[in-house]
């Protein structure tokens, strides 16, 4: 028989010291709007260079002229993918020529947590794109088109599944706004609409593909579309072999027969998108979001780190990282998008 799966972290201990450390940091958790007042109070006229101040916490600066967060993110903090860092250090300030400006160096909240609350993540899940669907499954161009630019219009900011994994496993803070895309099967239409439309606004996307569906029909994709997208920044992760409900024994299969076929959906689908997209594929999206105890178990001895249901709802830092949580865009209206966007929850710690 199969032991019962672990809880990962020790999450509870985890969560517990970390609030009690966020409520005895909470004075010094906002810098930027208390450094702001100060710096335009005593030193606008008299700063004559750019860098007004440093300390091992922060920098003090003052913008010259065509300065982004994201210059400022890879000449001071050496990391050019940190530029959310400043920017939400310095929400509502515009970066122009003159402005002072707050650039953090120390390590930011992994965990998202303030005394008002704490962070989560939401993750969006779509399939295939069309200009006329007929199908929950499927999502409008002009929609797709609609929901991207509410995304960026709205200062949301769309991660990699890498570091979503970090969040979870508390190794690495994200932006304020931070969203995931995910999109499941493999149908073309990911790559021949999707893809353009996410380049054009800067995102990218995880790919859950099921690999008995890649290049089995003019409507899925190929392995050299998925190589293209990897290569453009998009990630790509299992959906099993065959898109089966991995819950649920077939007629007239024993236990052996059962766990035996769940092995093979899990290990073979991940070796073949490990040799075709030459990496170590660490995320699997669940048939039809299901999952249990002993799926589970399977997933951490094959290999992956992130296992996703289609449960609503965001993902806190002390997630299970195989029972994350994916919002389905099945709705063909923008209230419903936006209301699946999310990213924090309030939970006093006082």
Known sequence: ??????????????????????????????????FRSLVTDTQEEKATKPLVFESKEYIVYRLEGNES???????????RSQSWVIEDANEGIPFEKGQMVIIPLKEQNK??????GYQVVPVLCYHHFDEDCHSSLCTPISLFEEHMRYLKEEGYRVIPMRE???????ENALPQRAVVLTIDDGYRSAYDIAYPILKKHGFTATLFIYTDF??????????????AMKEGGFEVGSHTLSHC????????????????????ELRISKQIIDEQLNQDTMYLAFPYGEQ??????????????LGFSVRKGGNPFFSDP????????????????TSRLRTFREFSLR
């Open 214 to 227: 890649v290049e089995s029909s003019a409507s899925a994709l190929t392995w050299d579309h998925l190589r």
């Open 322 to 337: 195989l029972t994350l949580r994916r919002n389905q865009v099945l709705r063909k209206d923008m209230q419903s998008f």
């Open 111 to 116: 965990g998202g947590l303030t005394p008002q």
């Open 292 to 305: 249990n105890q002993r799926v589970l178990k399977l997933c951490e001895e094959v290999g992956y780190k």
């Open 164 to 170: 979503l994994l970090g969040f979870v496993n508390y």
């Open 1 to 34: 028989m199969m032991k019962p799966r672990n809880k990962p972290h020790k999450r509870s201990t985890a969560i517990l010291l970390l609030m009690f450390v966020v409520l005895m940091a909470s004075s010094c958790a906002r810098l930027g709007p208390v």
């Open 69 to 79: 967060p994201a210059w400022l993110a890879e000449t001071f903090l050496k990391d």
């Open 245 to 264: 409900d991995l819950t649920k024994r077939r007629e007239g299969e024993d236990m052996d027969a059962y766990l035996a076929r769940i092995v093979r």
